[in-house]
């Protein structure tokens, strides 16, 4: 809680668990890198949210197919529109027509399987 974070009973349990049993407790090195890999989640999960926010640009909590073309145009002018609508099928999980910060961040995290292994997240 020093640090300006209060983990979960279950975050504990998890940290405490990697601890051999033989040691009264966990050492420095262990300890800085385990928050410092919490901290390094923390941030992607903030990015993520930054980037859904930009792009959902009148705040409807979701991205309907629109918003996507207008990001994408932005970031990626010259791009198929055809490559945009299977990109937009693709993260659009429950084929509901609109992208919601749950499939968004799902679809920002696709091949981070090191953040997804992490104790904390």
């Known amino acids: 809680?020093?640090?300006?974070?209060?983990?979960?009973?279950?975050?504990?349990?998890?940290?405490m668990a990697s601890v051999q049993q033989s040691q009264l407790g966990i050492s420095l090195d262990?300890?800085?890198?385990?928050?410092?890999?919490?901290?390094?989640?923390q941030l992607y999960h903030s990015e993520a949210r930054h980037l859904f926010t930009a792009f959902d640009m009148q705040c409807k909590g979701f991205l309907s197919?629109?918003?996507?073309?207008?990001?994408?145009?932005?970031?990626?002018?010259?791009?198929?529109?055809?490559?945009?609508?299977?990109?937009?099928?693709?993260?659009?999980q429950d084929s509901d027509g609109h992208i919601s910060f749950k499939e968004f961040e799902s679809a920002m995290n696709y091949g981070q399987d090191n953040l997804s292994a992490l104790p904390f997240t």
Not at 1 to 15: A, N
Not at 30 to 40: A, D, E, G, P, Y
């Open 1 to 15: 809680m020093l640090f300006g974070y209060k983990p979960s009973k279950m975050e504990v349990d998890s940290v």
């Open 30 to 41: 262990k300890f800085l890198n385990l928050m410092s890999t919490k901290k390094t989640a």
């Open 65 to 92: 197919l629109e918003d996507f073309k207008r990001a994408f145009r932005i970031v990626v002018p010259k791009l198929p529109e055809r490559t945009i609508v299977e990109a937009f099928r693709e993260v659009d």
